[in-house]
C-alpha cells in the first residue's frame, strides 16, 4: 500500500513541477492536447476496427466478385437470345433465339395475314386474304432489331438486370407489307369475269318461233377507283370493299317489241305477237319453190294505200301484161301493200284468196283483202318481221304462172310510190 501510494504521489509531483531550463508553464490548452493524444492512443481498440473495415471490404470484393462471375455466366446464358424484357408484337421473346423468336411473331401475326375481306357488288361477293395477294410481315426485321439491342447491352447493365431483376423494356412493332400489284391483279381478275358489253333485247327464231330475249346491261368494272378503296380497307383493318362498276343500260329493251309479225312459210301462215303473246293469225301464201320468200329478220319499212302495180319483169314472166295497173278490182296488189326492208317484198292483198296456204307467189306474201286492211290498221312501220321456213314446201303451180307479178325492182316500186292512189298526190309514208 505504501508503495502504490509513493508513486501516485512521485506521479503527481512530476505532473506539476514547473519545467527545467527555464521552459514557461503549460497553459490548460496545451495539457488538453496532451491529454487527448494520450487518450487517443488505445492500440487494442484500433485493432478491432482495421479488422472490422478490412472484413467489409473483403465482403464488398468477394459480392463484386460474385456479382461479375453472376453477370459472366448471365451473358453465357443470354448469348444470341433475347434478354428478359423483350417484346415483339406484344409477344415475350426473352430468352429466345432468332429462330424461336421469329416462329412466335410470325404465329402471333398469322391471323392478320389470313383474314377474309370481301369485295361486294349487288348480290356477288369475292373473297381474299391478304396473304393471297402477296403481303408479308416485317418479323424478320423487328425479331433481328431486338436481337442487336440484347447484344449490344452493356456488362453494368446486365448486371443490374442480374442483380436487382432489370429488364430490357425493348418494344418491337411488326408492320404487314400490301403489294400494290398483288391488289391489283386480284381486281382486274374480278373485272375479267364481270366485265360485259351493253347488250339491247333480241328475237330468237331458232325454234321457228319468237322467243323475246332480255337485254343485257353493260358492266365495266372501274380498277382504280377499286383499287384505292380495296388498299384503304386492307390498311385500316375493314373486312369489306365496295367494287366500284360502271353500269351501260341497253338501248332497246323487249317492251320495245310490243309487236312483231312471224311468217312461217310452208305452213303459210302469218301471226302477230303483241306483249309477246300471239294475238292473231291469218292464212297467207308465200313463194314458190323458184321465188323463195326471203327468211330471216326485216322490218316494216313503208304502208302503201291503194298501191300502184308496175310490171317487175317486162321480159321475162311479165311480159304479157302491161307496164303498171293503177289501184282497182284487178290490181294484183290488192287494196294494201306494206313494204318489207327485203328488196320489193311485201305483204299484199289479193283477189286469188284458192292461192292462200300454199307456195305460191313470186316472193311476196300474199293474202286476202280483209285480212291485209286489218293488218295495215293494226302495225306501224318499224314493226319488225321474222321470216323461217317452218316445214315442207306446199307449192301449188310452177314459177312459168304469171298470177303473181312478183318481185317488183327496187327502181319500180320507188317510182309506183310517187303516186301510189293514181290521184296525183304525193303519199306521205305509212298511207300510201
Request: charged share 25%.
Given at each position: 500500500?505504501?508503495?502504490?501510494?509513493?508513486?501516485?504521489?512521485?506521479?503527481?509531483?512530476?505532473?506539476?513541477?514547473?519545467?527545467?531550463?527555464?521552459?514557461?508553464?503549460?497553459?490548460?490548452?496545451?495539457?488538453?492536447?496532451?491529454?487527448?493524444?494520450?487518450?487517443?492512443?488505445?492500440?487494442?481498440?484500433?485493432?478491432?476496427?482495421?479488422?472490422?473495415?478490412?472484413?467489409?471490404?473483403?465482403?464488398?470484393?468477394?459480392?463484386?466478385?460474385?456479382?461479375?462471375?453472376?453477370?459472366?455466366?448471365?451473358?453465357?446464358?443470354?448469348?444470341?437470345?433475347?434478354?428478359?424484357?423483350?417484346?415483339?408484337?406484344?409477344?415475350?421473346?426473352?430468352?429466345?433465339?432468332?429462330?424461336?423468336?421469329?416462329?412466335?411473331?410470325?404465329?402471333?401475326?398469322?391471323?392478320?395475314l389470313?383474314?377474309?375481306?370481301?369485295?361486294?357488288?349487288?348480290?356477288?361477293?369475292?373473297?381474299?386474304?391478304?396473304?393471297?395477294?402477296?403481303?408479308?410481315?416485317?418479323?424478320?426485321?423487328?425479331?433481328?432489331?431486338?436481337?442487336?439491342?440484347?447484344?449490344?447491352?452493356?456488362?453494368?447493365?446486365?448486371?443490374?438486370?442480374?442483380?436487382?431483376?432489370?429488364?430490357?423494356?425493348?418494344?418491337?412493332?411488326?408492320?404487314?407489307?400490301?403489294?400494290?400489284?398483288?391488289?391489283?391483279?386480284?381486281l382486274?381478275g374480278?373485272?375479267?369475269?364481270?366485265?360485259?358489253?351493253?347488250?339491247?333485247a333480241?328475237?330468237?327464231?331458232?325454234?321457228?318461233?319468237?322467243?323475246?330475249?332480255?337485254?343485257?346491261?353493260?358492266r365495266?368494272?372501274?380498277?382504280?377507283?377499286s383499287?384505292?378503296?380495296?388498299?384503304?380497307a386492307?390498311?385500316?383493318?375493314?373486312?369489306?370493299?365496295?367494287?366500284?362498276?360502271?353500269?351501260?343500260?341497253?338501248?332497246?329493251?323487249?317492251?320495245?317489241?310490243?309487236?312483231?309479225?312471224?311468217?312461217?312459210?310452208?305452213?303459210?301462215?302469218?301471226?302477230?305477237?303483241?306483249?309477246?303473246?300471239?294475238?292473231?293469225?291469218?292464212?297467207?301464201?308465200?313463194?314458190?319453190?323458184?321465188?323463195?320468200?326471203?327468211?330471216?329478220?326485216?322490218?316494216?319499212?313503208?304502208?302503201?294505200?291503194?298501191?300502184t302495180?308496175?310490171?317487175?319483169?317486162?321480159?321475162?314472166?311479165?311480159?304479157?301484161?302491161?307496164?303498171?295497173?293503177?289501184?282497182?278490182?284487178?290490181?294484183?296488189?290488192?287494196?294494201?301493200?306494206?313494204?318489207?326492208?327485203?328488196?320489193?317484198?311485201?305483204?299484199?292483198?289479193?283477189?286469188?284468196?284458192?292461192?292462200?296456204?300454199?307456195?305460191?307467189?313470186?316472193?311476196?306474201?300474199?293474202?286476202?283483202?280483209?285480212?291485209v286492211?286489218?293488218?295495215?290498221?293494226?302495225?306501224?312501220?318499224?314493226?319488225?318481221?321474222?321470216?323461217?321456213?317452218?316445214?315442207?314446201?306446199?307449192?301449188?303451180?310452177?314459177?312459168?304462172?304469171f298470177?303473181?307479178?312478183?318481185?317488183v325492182?327496187?327502181?319500180?316500186?320507188?317510182?309506183?310510190?310517187?303516186?301510189?292512189?293514181?290521184?296525183?298526190?304525193?303519199?306521205?309514208?305509212?298511207?300510201?
Open positions: 500500500m505504501e508503495n502504490d501510494q509513493s508513486k501516485q504521489e512521485t506521479t503527481e509531483s512530476v505532473s506539476t513541477e514547473a519545467p527545467e531550463s527555464g521552459a514557461a508553464s503549460a497553459g490548460p490548452q496545451e495539457k488538453d492536447v496532451i491529454g487527448a493524444r494520450r487518450r487517443f492512443h488505445v492500440p487494442r481498440l484500433g485493432r478491432r476496427w482495421t479488422l472490422a473495415i478490412l472484413v467489409v471490404l473483403g465482403t464488398l470484393f468477394l459480392g463484386a466478385a460474385g456479382a461479375a462471375y453472376a453477370t459472366y455466366d448471365y451473358s453465357n446464358e443470354y448469348d444470341g437470345r433475347m434478354l428478359p424484357g423483350t417484346t415483339v408484337a406484344g409477344v415475350d421473346v426473352g430468352g429466345m433465339d432468332r429462330d424461336e423468336a421469329l416462329a412466335a411473331v410470325r404465329d402471333a401475326v398469322r391471323p392478320q389470313r383474314r377474309s375481306i370481301e369485295v361486294e357488288w349487288e348480290d356477288r361477293t369475292w373473297k381474299v386474304t391478304p396473304a393471297r395477294i402477296g403481303a408479308y410481315t416485317t418479323a424478320g426485321r423487328a425479331v433481328d432489331v431486338a436481337l442487336a439491342e440484347s447484344a449490344d447491352t452493356s456488362f453494368f447493365q446486365k448486371m443490374k438486370m442480374r442483380v436487382l431483376g432489370d429488364e430490357l423494356e425493348h418494344t418491337g412493332d411488326v408492320g404487314i407489307r400490301y403489294p400494290r400489284k398483288g391488289a391489283r391483279a386480284f382486274e374480278i373485272a375479267s369475269s364481270l366485265n360485259r358489253e351493253v347488250e339491247d333480241s328475237l330468237d327464231y331458232s325454234s321457228g318461233w319468237v322467243k323475246f330475249v332480255d337485254g343485257k346491261e353493260g365495266r368494272v372501274d380498277v382504280a377507283s383499287h384505292t378503296a380495296f388498299m384503304k386492307l390498311r385500316t383493318g375493314s373486312d369489306e370493299v365496295g367494287l366500284k362498276v360502271k353500269v351501260t343500260k341497253p338501248e332497246k329493251t323487249t317492251e320495245d317489241f310490243d309487236q312483231v309479225l312471224l311468217v312461217r312459210i310452208g305452213e303459210n301462215k302469218l301471226y302477230l305477237y303483241e306483249d309477246q303473246k300471239i294475238t292473231h293469225e291469218w292464212s297467207v301464201a308465200t313463194g314458190q319453190p323458184e321465188y323463195m320468200t326471203p327468211t330471216g329478220l326485216f322490218e316494216v319499212e313503208l304502208k302503201r294505200y291503194l298501191p302495180w308496175v310490171n317487175p319483169a317486162p321480159d321475162t314472166w311479165g311480159a304479157n301484161m302491161p307496164a303498171s295497173i293503177p289501184p282497182g278490182p284487178g290490181n294484183p296488189l290488192g287494196v294494201r301493200a306494206i313494204n318489207w326492208t327485203a328488196p320489193a317484198i311485201r305483204f299484199h292483198g289479193t283477189s286469188a284468196t284458192y292461192s292462200l296456204g300454199y307456195n305460191a307467189s313470186h316472193g311476196c306474201v300474199r293474202m286476202a283483202n280483209s285480212d286492211i286489218q293488218l295495215y290498221d293494226m302495225i306501224e312501220v318499224g314493226t319488225p318481221i321474222v321470216s323461217v321456213v317452218a316445214g315442207p314446201l306446199r307449192p301449188m303451180y310452177s314459177s312459168s304462172s298470177d303473181d307479178p312478183e318481185p325492182s327496187p327502181e319500180a316500186e320507188n317510182e309506183a310510190t310517187k303516186n301510189p292512189a293514181g290521184d296525183g298526190k304525193k303519199p306521205s309514208k305509212g298511207d300510201g
